[in-house]
């Protein structure tokens, strides 16, 4: 990320987080939350996959590419959260958390 003279960087990381969701949200209508791994189930190796919920808790239609693209774009803007257990991004507030945390908030 380009830095100011400062060294402050030029667009502060909750801003990234929150462009990326008001893409996914335009990208996937109707979906609340993506579930992203890094096992896609139609693969045998690891390939970055996700899922989408809606507001009801409904799965929402991807196709393998929107899937595929939405994983992708979120690994590269958590570069560091742990990846080998699913994570959950909430498109509302723009948060990613372990799924086995999020089904402790009640997710």
């Keep these: 990320m380009l830095a100011t003279p400062s ?3 030029a667009c ?3 801003d990234r987080q929150h462009r990326l969701a008001a893409q996914l949200i335009d990208m996937i209508p109707g ?3 993506i579930r992203v791994s890094l096992t896609d189930p139609s693969q045998a190796r690891p390939h970055p ?3 989408a919920k809606g507001e ?3 799965t929402v239609e991807l196709s393998r590419t929107a899937a595929r693209v939405a994983a992708r774009w979120i690994l590269r803007v958590w ?4 990846w080998t257990r699913p994570h959950i ?4 507030d723009a948060t990613l958390i372990r799924s086995d945390l999020a089904a402790d908030r009640g997710r």
Excluded: K, N
């Design 31 to 33: 979906a609340v939350t």
């Design 56 to 58: 009801a808790g409904e």
């Design 89 to 92: 991004f909430d498109l509302a």
């Design 49 to 51: 996959h996700a899922s």
């Design 7 to 9: 060294g402050i960087p």
């Design 12 to 14: 502060p990381e909750t």
């Design 79 to 82: 570069p560091e959260a742990y």
